[in-house]
C-alpha cells in the first residue's frame, strides 16, 4: 500500500497568513492527489483534485503543487472559515490512502 | 445538486452485523462509481470499498475483505455496505463518496467529488 504522510500535523496560524501544508507519498503517484478540507462533524469537502485543479466553488486563496512523491496544499491568505483539518489522499492505486490529516488552528 | 444520504448505523455487538444505505440524488447514479470510506474517532480517512457503475466491478480494503459486501440497486439510486463480523475496530464514521475522474487506456484515476454526511457505526459489548 503507499502510504501518505503529511507535515506538520498541527499549524497554528492567524487570519491573513499564508500557510503550506506538505504531503509526501511513499512512492510515485505521479499527479494523482487531491485535497480534502474536513470541519468538525461535518464531511469532508473536496479542495484540489490532480495535485493542482481547483475544485469549482473553491476559493482561489487554495493551490496545490508538486508530483511524484512532494506534494503542497497553499492557502495564500486565511480567512475564518479555513480552520479546519485537511487531509491528502493518493488516488494513483487501490487502496486509495489518505495523509493522517494536518489540523489548521488559530 | 448532488446529494448522498446515508442510514443504518447503530450500537452492535462484536461479531454481529450491519447493513448501511446511501440514498442518492441529484445526479445519474447509474453512471458513476461510488465508495465507501470510513473514519474512527481521532483517526484519518480510510477508504474501504469500490464499486463500478454497473456493479460489476468492486473492489475492497484488506481491512474489510471477506467481511464486507459492498452493492448497488441502479433502479433505487442507493448504494449498500453489508457488513458481518464486526469488530471494534470497525467503530467509525462510515460516508458514501461518489466518484469524479477519468480512465486513459486500462488506467482508470478517481477522486471523490461529493461525499455524504455520515453514519455511525460502534461496535461494543
Known amino acids: 500500500d503507499i502510504q501518505m504522510t503529511q507535515s506538520p500535523s498541527t499549524l497554528s496560524a492567524s487570519v491573513g497568513d499564508r500557510v503550506t501544508i506538505t504531503c509526501r507519498a511513499s512512492q510515485s503517484i505521479s499527479t494523482w492527489l487531491a485535497w480534502y478540507q474536513q470541519k468538525p462533524g461535518a464531511a469532508p469537502k473536496l479542495l484540489i483534485y490532480q495535485t493542482s485543479n481547483l475544485e469549482s466553488g473553491v476559493p482561489s486563496r487554495f493551490s496545490g503543487s508538486g508530483s511524484g512523491t512532494e506534494f503542497t496544499l497553499t492557502i495564500s491568505s486565511l480567512q475564518p472559515e479555513d480552520f479546519a483539518t485537511f487531509y491528502c489522499q493518493q488516488y494513483d492505486n487501490y487502496p486509495y490512502t489518505f495523509g493522517q490529516g494536518t489540523k489548521l488552528e488559530i | 445538486e448532488v446529494q448522498l444520504v446515508e442510514s443504518g448505523g447503530d450500537l452492535v455487538q462484536p461479531g454481529g452485523s450491519l447493513r448501511l444505505s446511501c440514498a442518492a440524488s441529484?445526479?445519474?447514479?447509474?453512471?458513476?462509481?461510488i465508495n465507501w470510506m470510513r473514519q474512527a474517532p481521532g483517526m484519518r480517512l480510510e477508504w474501504i470499498a469500490y464499486i463500478g457503475h454497473t456493479g460489476e466491478t468492486k473492489y475492497y480494503a484488506d481491512s474489510v475483505k471477506g467481511r464486507f459486501t459492498i452493492s448497488r440497486d441502479n433502479a433505487k439510486n442507493s448504494l449498500y455496505l453489508q457488513m458481518n463480523s464486526l469488530r471494534d475496530e470497525d467503530t467509525a464514521v462510515y460516508y458514501c463518496?461518489?466518484?469524479?475522474?477519468?480512465?486513459?487506456?486500462?488506467?482508470?484515476?478517481?477522486?471523490?467529488?461529493?461525499w455524504g454526511q455520515g453514519t455511525l457505526v460502534t461496535v461494543s459489548s
Open positions: 463518496a461518489k466518484d469524479r475522474g477519468h480512465c486513459n487506456g486500462g488506467n482508470c484515476y478517481r477522486y471523490h467529488d461529493s
Open positions: 441529484g445526479f445519474t447514479f447509474s453512471m458513476y462509481s
